[in-house]
Nanobody
Framework: QVTESGGGLVQPGGSLRLSCEAS????????IGWFRQAPGKEREGVAD????????VYGGPAEGRFTLSRDNAKSTVHLQMNNLQPEDTAVYYC???????????WGQGTQVTVSS
């Protein structure tokens, strides 16, 4: 399974760090991806990271503001989000999969709210 943590309420321009911990059979999957879904909108990809080589891919909203990192010893991936804006408000999910196009394991999601 994968478990997210770190969501919350932040003011515009603020920062949050989300974490995704993988356990069990999900550790066999080399890709951890972050997604988000805002009310009334479709789910969109935010960023993903390879646990094997650390390579990352960022979606449009994340580029220049979000940074992924990994802690393989703890099977945890962190998503550092800076300069958050109200349009970043969403439920953020992490997922584990065999490649960047297939995700087999999904977390429950963590709410991120950006508001003054």
């Amino acid at each position: 399974q994968v478990t997210e943590s770190g969501g919350g309420l932040v003011q515009p321009g603020g920062s949050l760090r989300l974490s995704c911990e993988a356990s069990g059979s999900t550790l066999e999957n080399p890709i951890i991806g972050w997604f988000r879904q805002a009310p009334g909108k479709e789910r969109e990809g935010v960023a993903d990271i390879s646990l094997s080589d650390g390579s990352t891919v960022y979606g449009g909203p994340a580029e220049g503001r979000f940074t992924l990192s990994r802690d393989n010893a703890k099977s945890t991936v962190h998503l550092q989000m800076n300069n958050l804006q109200p349009e970043d408000t969403a439920v953020y999910y992490c997922a584990a999969g065999p490649n960047r196009w297939e995700y087999d394991y999904w977390g429950q999601g963590t709410q991120v709210t950006v508001s003054s």
